[in-house]
């Protein structure tokens, strides 16, 4: 027991030094997965809305695929896009694998289908309570979709967090293509899986720490927004 | 009066379910009221007119193409501003954001909420937001207005108050074609009764005749069981 206490003390100093080794840490983490995520939703929102409000061949069977996606196994997509980035695969003279703008392509396949099926549920919500009067005023599919993804705004932070927690929390994907080489690409997850197998419990814990402190504050500001926007618009 | 529309055979078949069944009718008055007993086929009517639904069989003739705008039982409004949810019909239309702007500032004032213009829309109360509804279609300023029961979920005062904008925008020269569940309210509007039973259309009398002495038998038993 000593050992998880003496632990979570030099954790706690290091959190509380602002350490510039685990801040550099920290920050590419956020920055990484904020980028993944901010793709994502670019990407997926749309891809969403369109498979609630949409009428075109193979949708039933883009739901069926989008929402199986949900679950991909990050290494699998680590594995894919280190295949595709790597010097013989088919992008690998841009030269991006082992960078962050590897990991952060990693990631945004990987959240993507899940902003795209959590947007879906939301606006097929919407869709139902809608439908009638938009298409009364003449609004295209495409059109009802644009307006949706806005009038759902908020519900729709739910989507983007859930994707953004699905990015900062994974470490498959990122060691694979990120190669967790430190000051380069080394992030949260991997360190701490670095760490714990080398047996540098404080580290690891002090970025456990941080880990769980950014998701969870991430959520609360989410949590307070949307209560505030929803009292505001109803 | 000329005939605007001229219905015929019209049927709906929804999962083996006959809906609407060889409706045929022709409309040439301006106000327009459906009556029937719940479930009698008002509001699929109504839609089918409108384009909502479409139908199994027959045909719908618009001697004249009108431009049409819908109020619903339950107004549906969008999570921004009363303002915005007024422009956002003209937006559709392809209307420039100065003129959108004075046609909804114009129509928010018709209908007595310019006063409230920049709050947000789905705070207001049921009969404010059926009054957003009716300025949004309004401002549209469609040749026909079709409403289904616009205040079937709303207290006397706010059915009252939709009453005399539905009046106002019929007195403006837009044709009416309207459901309610509240016979004096038909009364009111209607210069013509279509009376729906069961999918079929049963009866389109003047609206005096057909409160006085309805020529049908299903009419007849739905005004005695509807007067108190």
Partial sequence: ????????????????AADTRLAGIVWLSLRVSFAATLIACVVGMPIGALLAVGRFPGRRVLIVLFNGLMGLPPVVVGL?????????????????????????????????????ALTRQVIADEWAEYREQLRSLGASRSRAAATLLWDGRFSLS???????????????????????IDGVTRVMTTTIALETSKGDLPLA?????????????????????????????? | MTVWLAIDGLGLIEGGTTIID????????????????????????????????????GRIAWPTSLSQAMVFQRPVMLRTTVLANVEYGLKLKGYATAERRRRAGESLARVGLEHIAARPARLLSGGEQQRVALARAWALEPELLILDEPTASLDPASSREVERIIDEIAASGTRILMTTHNLGQAKRIAEEIVFIDRGRIVEQTAVEPFFTLPQTEAAQRFLQEETP
Avoid: C
Avoid at chain 1, 158 to 180: K, P, Q, S
Avoid at chain 1, 206 to 234: D, F, M, P
Avoid at chain 2, 23 to 40: C, I, K
């Fill in chain 2, 22 to 57: 060889s409706a045929t009718l022709t409309l040439s008055a301006q106000r327009n009221v459906v009556l029937g007993p719940n479930g009698a086929g008002k509001s699929t009517l109504l839609r089918l007119i409108h384009g909502l639904l479409h139908p199994s069989g």
């Fill in chain 1, 158 to 180: 739910t989507a983007a967090l859930a994707g953004f927690g699905r990015a900062i929390a994974e470490v498959g994907a990122v060691m694979i293509v990120g190669g967790n």
């Fill in chain 1, 80 to 116: 894919l896009v280190y295949l595709l980035l790597s010097r013989a695969g088919p992008l690998g003279a841009f030269g991006l694998l082992f960078s962050p703008t590897a990991m952060v392509i990693a990631q945004a396949i990987l959240v993507t289908p899940i902003v795209a």
């Fill in chain 1, 1 to 16: 027991m000593t050992t998880l206490g003496d632990s979570f003390l030099t954790a706690w100093q290091l959190v509380a």
């Fill in chain 1, 205 to 234: 814990l002090a970025l456990g720490l941080v880990l769980i402190a950014v998701v969870l504050s991430i959520n609360a500001v989410a949590y307070a927004v949307r209560g505030w926007a929803e009292r505001k618009w109803g």
